[in-house]
Every structure is written in structure tokens, then in C-alpha cells.
């Protein structure tokens, strides 16, 4: 009689993210790992043979989900635990460490049995070079303006490279088979490999589509200059330690994922379905996300801000949006019949959902927090996916852990920069000539307050120069003196700063 068992556990779900192999061993690697001289066969002391181990289906492939799979079977009979069983059935002769090199080698080539897309396979131009400047912010997908979907603005049109990358991209998202929901998908540009904290993220600086109920571009009024939502504060760029490169801090949204240690993790092994998903279908296509946070206008060009990549490429944030990935794939134990030892392989059937990550409070863990990227990884460090090291290493640019979904912990950011440098943070106010601040404490509580209430700016205190000319301002024999962002105009016998 056929025996199905599968395992759905909590630690199945999960953000994506993870040290990436150059390439994967090939599926003959587990028949040659079968012939390792340094391995032993203890045929006669295992409880399980292939006759009692056949057709055993476990979700997912990794140690645990492994051993979990060996007890379920394990007859009561026999005199050894599941972890014992399992280094007879790999011929372990070095204990538990040598038996998940070998679960690991294993898993590894079981995972090549599944189905696997790429970049290119979403839209043929998504190649290494086109994917590498779309996550550093650049690119036609990220410096037009137009809706991918819905209504078309007459002031704004989409053109056909976008719209075309638009469809394939939903397309790609909506695929029963080679999707982004039942295929791995893999990824070989440089900007996303080797990241060292287990987790990406995206800060978006701009809204290119409109009629999405997201950002604040307009129909007929978009341009390059509409906000995405605002859920995080840009503390500074580095190497430069600027605060905030331009006159105003902008609205930024930031969203990530993070994934586990162990490679054959469905969040490591799907951590680019997940990129696939934050970054090109959830807030490209979906919201009109797009670009770097900043443009830098100061000088400061040499510092590195780009729209997506390993956490620690990163500039520091209050926090992070996050999405997890919830998995179900179905792999089969079975005993070579002729080697004697434990084999696995998939059965193709992998099923993606893409969900808010569900985390816990760094300062209380028994507290749920949901959406946050930094309480994610409180989650991953509990179910010992990830390292403590790995997590402050996360929290190095995620300077707001201790306050998850503070969407305006400017706080965090001023402490943080003061500690490291010796120097103090920039001071924000409102503003009605783009040099003075308010007299006014209530106009200088908060940038909506001071355009809402009092019709001010909200600009750092630091970034008119001494010498500069406020709004009115004559600048007749000195155009380029103006404090930003106004801007010398008139004719040639007067002008003033607007």
C-alpha cells in the first residue's frame, strides 16, 4: 500500500534571499556521491530498506524536513532513534555532520528536478546587463513615465517597449507552468549574488502610473517628480555620509525579503521568484514603483544608492515593507534498491503564494509583527534560520528595528548618524522663503503640517549657505545664488529668487 505523508510546517513559509551557488551540481552528482569510498553502507543495522521506505513524501527538501520524514516510518520496533537511522541510511561514518553534508548534496540535486525559468525567460531583452541596471534604477522601465495597465493618460502615453515588458511581466506572474509561482526561477546578474545578510531590499524613489490608487501620479499630472507611498526615512548615503542629498527629504518606499541559511531552503532556493515578485510585479507593474530613492544633487555623485540589492549594498532606513513566501513541494524518500542508501526527488508540483511576512517584535517576541522586514528576521533567527550575526548585520541598514512599521522614525536615523560620526544631524523646519525656519514650533512639527497648515517647505536647516538669497530675494547680478529650490527669474535689468 502505498504511504503519503506530507509536511506543511511554519518554517515553510518565508522571504526570499540567500548565498547563491556559481552553478548547480548536476543531477548525476548523487549517484557518484553514492560511490564515495568514505562512505559505509550499514545495511543490516538500519530499520528502513527500500522495501519500507518507498513512496515517503515529505514538503520540501532540507534536514529537517528529512529526518522528519524518517520518523514518521520509523518502525516502533526498531532500537535506534530517526537522527541514528538516517546516518545508517547515508553512511555516515562521521555522525550527524557527515549525515547533512549528505542530506544537503542530496536536496541540492533533487531541487535541480524542478522546473526553473530565468529573466530572460519573462521577456528576451531581461538579460544579465538589462536586469543589472534595472536594480541599480535605471533603464527604460524605470525612467519613463505611463501606466502599465488601465487607463491611459493622453499627457503621459506608454510606449511599447514598456507596455510589451508590462504584459510579460503580468503574464510571467499569472503562468500555471513556467511562472513565477511554479518554477524556480534563477538569476546570474551581478547586483543581487552573494549577499552576505540573507536578505534584498528595494527602496523606490518614484510613481511612474497612475489609476492605481498608489503614489500620487495623476492621470494628466505624473512627470518625474511623483512620490510613492512613504513608509521609511533615508538616514544618509555613504561612503559620504550625506543626510539627504537633495534640498527636502522626499517620500521613499522600501520593501524586502530575507531567506535561510540552509540552500535548500524553499526561501533560498526561491529567492529570485520572490525579487521577481517585490520588484517587478508588486510595484513596477502593479503600483508603478520605480527608480532609486535619491538623485544626488550636492556632489556627493560617487556615493552608491541604488533601487534594489543586498541588504548591506544598502543605505541605512528607519525600516522595510516584507513579503514571504509560503511554499508547497513535494519531494519522495526512497532506499536505492541496488546502492542501499537514502535517495530524494521532486515530483514538479511546486505552488507558490506570495504574503505579507508575518514577524515577531525585536524588543517582545511573543508580540506579532506584520509587513516589517527587521521583525522577519526575529522570526527566521527562532526557527534557526538564520543567525544572530546575520540579523544585526540586517540591522546595520535597518536602523529601526527596535520600532517596526514607524513609518516616520526620523529619530532613529539622527541618534545613529550622531553616535557615528561625532556630528550633528541635520535639523528640519518649515520654511517660506527656503532659508529661515518658522517661528512657529506647530509648523515646524512635521513636513505635513507645514504644508497643510502653513503653507511652508519642508527643507533642511543646513542647506541654504550663509551667503545664500532667500524666496524674493533679489538676484540680479548673482542668478545661480538662490537658496533651492528656488530659482533666480526675471529680465535683464531685475530679477528675484521664486
Known amino acids: 500500500m502505498k504511504l503519503t505523508i506530507i509536511f506543511s510546517s511554519l518554517l515553510s513559509s518565508a522571504v526570499y534571499c540567500t ?50 520524514g524518517i520518523q514518521t516510518v520509523l518502525p516502533e520496533t526498531c532500537s535506534h532513534s530517526a537522527m541514528m537511522e538516517l546516518q545508517l541510511l547515508t553512511g555516515s561514518t562521521n555522525g550527524v555532520d557527515d549525515a547533512e553534508e549528505y542530506v544537503s548534496e542530496m536536496c541540492w540535486n533533487a531541487w535541480n528536478m524542478v522546473d526553473t525559468t530565468t529573466f530572460e525567460t519573462i521577456q528576451t531583452s531581461f538579460n544579465d546587463e538589462f536586469m543589472n541596471e534595472y536594480a541599480d534604477g535605471g533603464g527604460f522601465l524605470n525612467t519613463e513615465t505611463g501606466n502599465f495597465q488601465g487607463t491611459q493618460s493622453s ?54 502610473q497612475s489609476e492605481d490608487n498608489n503614489g500620487n501620479c495623476k492621470l494628466e499630472k505624473c512627470g518625474k517628480n511623483a512620490d510613492p507611498m512613504d513608509n521609511s526615512n533615508l538616514c544618509w548615503t555613504e561612503p559620504s555620509f550625506t543626510t539627504y542629498p537633495n534640498h527636502e527629504e522626499g ?67 528607519s525600516r522595510s515593507d516584507c513579503t514571504q513566501l509560503d511554499v508547497s ?19 514538479n508540483d511546486l505552488d507558490i503564494e506570495f504574503n505579507a511576512c508575518q514577524g515577531y517584535d525585536y524588543s517582545n517576541p511573543l508580540r506579532q509583527e506584520n509587513n516589517d522586514l527587521a521583525s522577519y528576521a526575529v522570526r527566521l533567527v527562532a526557527e534557526g534560520k538564520m543567525s544572530t550575526a546575520t540579523q544585526y548585520g540586517m540591522y ?35 520654511t517660506h522663503d527656503y532659508k529661515t525656519c518658522h517661528t512657529q514650533s506647530f509648523c515646524n512639527r512635521d513636513k505635513s503640517v507645514c504644508r497643510r ?40 535689468y531685475y530679477k528675484q529668487c521664486l
Open 19 to 68: 548565498k547563491n551557488k556559481a552553478m548547480f551540481r548536476s543531477r548525476s552528482a548523487i549517484a557518484e556521491q553514492h560511490d564515495q569510498p568514505n562512505r559505509k553502507l550499514f545495511s543490516d543495522d538500519a530499520c528502513l530498506d527500500h522495501t519500507n521506505l518507498l513512496n515517503v513524501f515529505i514538503n520540501g527538501c532540507d534536514f529537517h524536513s528529512v529526518l522528519e
Open 155 to 208: 499627457k503621459y502615453p506608454t510606449s511599447k517597449q514598456s507596455m510589451d515588458a508590462g504584459k510579460k511581466i503580468d503574464a510571467y506572474y499569472k503562468a500555471t507552468s513556467d511562472g513565477a509561482t511554479s518554477s524556480r526561477l534563477e538569476a546570474t546578474f551581478e547586483n543581487l549574488q552573494n549577499c552576505e545578510y540573507q536578505s534584498i531590499m528595494c527602496c523606490f524613489g518614484r510613481d511612474r
Open 251 to 317: 517620500k521613499t518606499h522600501c520593501h524586502g525579503f530575507a531567506w535561510a541559511e540552509d540552500d535548500n531552503d524553499f526561501l533560498s532556493q526561491l529567492k529570485y521568484n520572490n525579487f521577481f515578485y517585490v520588484s517587478m510585479y508588486d510595484h513596477l507593474y502593479s503600483r508603478g514603483y520605480v527608480q532609486n530613492q535619491v538623485v544626488h544633487k550636492s556632489g556627493n555623485s560617487n556615493d552608491y544608492v541604488p533601487m534594489c540589492s543586498c541588504i548591506e549594498n544598502m543605505p541605512p532606513v
Open 329 to 347: 513541494l513535494t519531494f519522495r524518500l526512497m532506499v536505492d534498491s541496488k546502492s542501499g542508501f537514502l535517495t530524494a526527488a521532486s515530483e
Open 396 to 430: 546595520e541598514t535597518l536602523l529601526g528595528y527596535a520600532s517596526p512599521n514607524s513609518n516616520n522614525n526620523e529619530a532613529v536615523c539622527k541618534e545613529e548618524y550622531e553616535e557615528l560620526t561625532g556630528e550633528a544631524y541635520p535639523h528640519w523646519c518649515c
Open 453 to 492: 497648515e502653513c503653507g511652508g517647505e519642508w527643507i533642511r536647516d543646513d542647506w541654504c549657505p550663509a551667503d545664500g538669497i532667500p524666496k524674493w530675494g533679489e538676484c540680479t547680478n548673482n542668478v545661480d545664488g538662490c537658496c533651492a529650490p528656488g530659482k533666480c527669474e526675471g529680465n535683464q
